[in-house]
Protein backbone atom coordinates (compact mmCIF):
# COMPACT_ATOMS: atom_id res chain seq x y z
CA UNK A 1 0.00 0.00 0.00
CA UNK A 2 -0.55 0.52 0.14
CA UNK A 3 2.76 2.83 0.19
CA UNK A 4 0.11 4.91 2.36
CA UNK A 5 0.57 2.81 4.56
CA UNK A 6 2.16 5.13 7.24
CA UNK A 7 0.38 7.21 9.73
CA UNK A 8 0.21 10.63 9.06
CA UNK A 9 2.98 12.84 11.04
CA UNK A 10 1.76 14.19 14.15
CA UNK A 11 0.94 18.15 14.36
CA UNK A 12 2.95 18.26 17.75
CA UNK A 13 6.26 17.70 18.76
CA UNK A 14 6.21 15.29 21.76
CA UNK A 15 9.87 15.89 23.22
CA UNK A 16 9.72 19.81 22.89
CA UNK A 17 5.97 19.88 24.53
CA UNK A 18 7.40 18.16 27.28
CA UNK A 19 10.50 20.58 27.29
CA UNK A 20 12.60 18.22 27.00
CA UNK A 21 13.79 16.01 23.94
CA UNK A 22 13.78 12.52 26.06
CA UNK A 23 17.21 10.08 26.12
CA UNK A 24 16.72 6.82 25.70
CA UNK A 25 17.68 6.18 29.25
CA UNK A 26 14.40 8.00 30.78
CA UNK A 27 11.80 5.99 31.76
CA UNK A 28 9.41 5.57 28.81
CA UNK A 29 12.29 5.30 26.16
CA UNK A 30 12.45 1.59 26.11
CA UNK A 31 8.62 1.46 25.91
CA UNK A 32 8.67 3.32 22.66
CA UNK A 33 11.32 1.50 21.15
CA UNK A 34 9.63 -1.52 22.07
CA UNK A 35 6.51 -0.74 20.16
CA UNK A 36 7.52 0.34 17.43
CA UNK A 37 7.38 -3.10 15.76
CA UNK A 38 3.34 -4.07 14.67
CA UNK A 39 1.44 -5.98 17.40
CA UNK A 40 0.34 -9.80 16.91
CA UNK A 41 -3.06 -8.81 16.11
CA UNK A 42 -2.32 -6.38 12.66
CA UNK A 43 -0.03 -8.98 11.58
CA UNK A 44 -3.14 -11.74 11.63
CA UNK A 45 -5.09 -9.52 10.47
CA UNK A 46 -2.51 -8.03 7.65
CA UNK A 47 -2.02 -11.64 6.36
CA UNK A 48 -5.45 -12.55 7.10
CA UNK A 49 -6.72 -10.40 3.87
CA UNK A 50 -4.15 -11.46 1.75
CA UNK A 51 -5.66 -14.64 2.21
CA UNK A 52 -8.88 -13.49 1.89
CA UNK A 53 -7.30 -12.07 -1.56
CA UNK A 54 -6.31 -15.24 -2.55
CA UNK A 55 -8.88 -17.11 -1.91
CA UNK A 56 -10.63 -14.30 -4.14
CA UNK A 57 -8.02 -15.10 -6.70
CA UNK A 58 -8.41 -18.64 -6.63
CA UNK A 59 -12.32 -18.59 -7.06
CA UNK A 60 -12.21 -16.18 -10.15
CA UNK A 61 -9.66 -18.91 -11.73
CA UNK A 62 -11.59 -21.65 -10.53
CA UNK A 63 -14.81 -20.19 -12.14
CA UNK A 64 -12.97 -19.06 -15.50
CA UNK A 65 -14.13 -15.44 -15.20
CA UNK A 66 -10.25 -14.40 -15.14
CA UNK A 67 -9.44 -12.16 -18.15
CA UNK A 68 -6.54 -13.59 -20.57
CA UNK A 69 -3.02 -12.76 -19.57
CA UNK A 70 -1.59 -9.09 -20.49
CA UNK A 71 2.00 -10.16 -21.71
CA UNK A 72 3.94 -6.62 -22.00
CA UNK A 73 6.35 -6.16 -24.97
CA UNK A 74 9.22 -6.12 -22.45
CA UNK A 75 10.43 -5.96 -18.71
CA UNK A 76 10.30 -2.51 -18.43
CA UNK A 77 6.82 -2.54 -19.62
CA UNK A 78 5.97 -5.16 -16.45
CA UNK A 79 7.64 -2.60 -14.27
CA UNK A 80 5.67 0.17 -15.53
CA UNK A 81 2.30 -2.00 -15.49
CA UNK A 82 3.23 -2.40 -11.72
CA UNK A 83 3.78 0.89 -11.03
CA UNK A 84 0.47 2.00 -12.32
CA UNK A 85 -0.84 -0.78 -10.64
CA UNK A 86 -0.02 -0.12 -7.47
CA UNK A 87 -0.59 3.62 -7.66
CA UNK A 88 -4.59 2.94 -9.17
CA UNK A 89 -4.82 0.56 -5.98
CA UNK A 90 -3.28 3.08 -3.10
CA UNK A 91 -5.76 5.96 -4.25
CA UNK A 92 -8.91 3.27 -4.01
CA UNK A 93 -7.88 2.60 -0.84
CA UNK A 94 -7.05 6.15 0.45
CA UNK A 95 -10.28 7.24 1.45
CA UNK A 96 -10.89 4.49 3.50
CA UNK A 97 -7.62 5.02 5.38
CA UNK A 98 -9.51 6.96 8.47
CA UNK A 99 -10.80 3.13 9.62
CA UNK A 100 -6.98 2.16 9.88
CA UNK A 101 -5.46 1.79 13.02
CA UNK A 102 -3.87 5.11 14.52
CA UNK A 103 -6.25 8.13 15.21
CA UNK A 104 -7.33 7.60 18.51
CA UNK A 105 -3.40 7.44 19.58
CA UNK A 106 -2.63 10.32 17.58
CA UNK A 107 -5.66 12.01 19.28
CA UNK A 108 -4.36 10.76 22.49
CA UNK A 109 -0.91 12.16 22.37
CA UNK A 110 -2.19 15.31 20.97
CA UNK A 111 -4.22 15.64 24.15
CA UNK A 112 -1.32 14.54 26.73
CA UNK A 113 0.79 17.37 24.92
CA UNK A 114 -1.74 20.11 25.11
CA UNK A 115 -2.04 19.48 29.13
CA UNK A 116 1.74 19.06 29.70
CA UNK A 117 2.24 22.51 27.76
CA UNK A 118 -0.58 24.53 29.50
CA UNK A 119 0.60 23.07 32.99
CA UNK A 120 2.38 26.07 34.95
CA UNK A 121 5.62 25.53 36.30
CA UNK A 122 6.72 23.55 33.72
CA UNK A 123 6.52 19.43 33.12
CA UNK A 124 7.10 17.26 35.53
CA UNK A 125 8.92 13.88 35.47
CA UNK A 126 5.06 12.13 35.13
CA UNK A 127 4.60 14.42 33.05
CA UNK A 128 7.45 13.37 30.48
CA UNK A 129 6.70 9.67 31.43
CA UNK A 130 3.02 10.31 30.09
CA UNK A 131 3.95 11.80 26.57
CA UNK A 132 6.46 9.37 26.48
CA UNK A 133 3.90 6.51 26.72
CA UNK A 134 1.31 7.90 24.68
CA UNK A 135 4.84 8.89 22.09
CA UNK A 136 4.68 5.07 22.42
CA UNK A 137 1.34 4.28 21.71
CA UNK A 138 1.59 5.97 18.28
CA UNK A 139 4.47 4.20 17.21
CA UNK A 140 2.82 1.16 17.71
CA UNK A 141 -0.17 2.49 16.06
CA UNK A 142 1.76 3.42 13.33
CA UNK A 143 3.56 0.09 12.81
CA UNK A 144 0.21 -1.57 13.17
CA UNK A 145 -1.63 0.85 10.36
CA UNK A 146 1.54 -0.11 8.27
CA UNK A 147 0.64 -3.79 8.64
CA UNK A 148 -2.90 -3.60 8.19
CA UNK A 149 -2.96 -0.89 4.95
CA UNK A 150 -0.14 -3.55 2.95
CA UNK A 151 -2.72 -6.77 4.01
CA UNK A 152 -5.73 -4.61 2.35
CA UNK A 153 -4.04 -3.88 -0.51
CA UNK A 154 -2.29 -6.50 -1.24
CA UNK A 155 -5.35 -8.36 -1.28
CA UNK A 156 -7.20 -6.47 -3.42
CA UNK A 157 -4.61 -6.22 -5.92
CA UNK A 158 -4.54 -9.99 -5.63
CA UNK A 159 -8.23 -9.95 -6.72
CA UNK A 160 -7.96 -7.44 -9.24
CA UNK A 161 -4.60 -9.23 -10.62
CA UNK A 162 -6.90 -12.39 -10.80
CA UNK A 163 -9.73 -10.90 -12.81
CA UNK A 164 -7.46 -8.55 -15.26
CA UNK A 165 -5.47 -10.84 -16.48
CA UNK A 166 -2.05 -9.46 -14.98
CA UNK A 167 0.53 -11.81 -13.64
CA UNK A 168 3.91 -10.16 -13.05
CA UNK A 169 5.65 -13.98 -13.27
CA UNK A 170 4.20 -14.94 -16.15
CA UNK A 171 4.43 -11.38 -17.70
CA UNK A 172 8.29 -11.98 -17.16
CA UNK A 173 9.20 -15.01 -17.88
CA UNK A 174 6.56 -15.21 -21.35
CA UNK A 175 3.31 -16.20 -22.50
CA UNK A 176 3.97 -19.86 -22.39
CA UNK A 177 5.56 -20.28 -18.83
CA UNK A 178 3.95 -22.36 -16.80
CA UNK A 179 5.92 -22.61 -13.73
CA UNK A 180 3.22 -22.16 -11.40
CA UNK A 181 -0.53 -21.62 -11.44
CA UNK A 182 -1.55 -17.99 -12.32
CA UNK A 183 -3.88 -18.00 -9.03
CA UNK A 184 -0.52 -18.43 -7.27
CA UNK A 185 0.66 -16.00 -9.39
CA UNK A 186 -2.01 -13.14 -8.57
CA UNK A 187 -0.82 -13.10 -5.02
CA UNK A 188 3.08 -12.75 -5.78
CA UNK A 189 1.23 -10.11 -7.64
CA UNK A 190 -0.87 -8.62 -5.27
CA UNK A 191 1.64 -8.72 -2.74
CA UNK A 192 4.48 -6.65 -4.62
CA UNK A 193 1.36 -4.43 -5.69
CA UNK A 194 0.46 -3.80 -1.70
CA UNK A 195 4.08 -3.10 -1.20
CA UNK A 196 3.97 0.45 -2.85
CA UNK A 197 5.18 2.61 -5.38
CA UNK A 198 8.68 3.66 -4.02
CA UNK A 199 9.95 -0.09 -4.05
CA UNK A 200 8.97 -0.19 -7.51
CA UNK A 201 10.32 2.93 -8.81
CA UNK A 202 13.76 1.74 -7.32
CA UNK A 203 13.21 -0.87 -9.12
CA UNK A 204 12.46 0.41 -11.95
CA UNK A 205 15.22 2.67 -11.98
CA UNK A 206 17.71 0.42 -11.31
CA UNK A 207 16.84 -1.98 -14.24
CA UNK A 208 17.01 0.81 -16.25
CA UNK A 209 20.07 2.37 -15.37
CA UNK A 210 21.59 -0.87 -15.22
CA UNK A 211 24.64 -2.58 -13.03
CA UNK A 212 26.50 -0.25 -10.58
CA UNK A 213 30.01 0.31 -11.93
CA UNK A 214 32.90 -1.27 -9.97
Same mark, same amino acid.
Request: aromatic share 4%.
Given at each position: MPAEGGLAASPVNADAAA *?????? $??? *? $? $? +???? @?QQAGPGAVVAGFGLIAVGAAGGWLLWRSG? @????IQPEDTTGV????? +?FAAAVERILEPFSRWLPGRAAEAALSRTVTDVTSRVGGPTEADREAVAVATAKVARAKANRT? +??WGLASGLATVASSAGGFYVLHAVAGADWNGV? =?? +??? =? =?? *?VMVGS *???????????AQNGPPSP
Open positions: *GTATPR $SEP *G $S $S +VIAA @SA @SAAKFLTLL +VI +VAA =VW +VDA =V =VT *G *GTKPLHDLITR
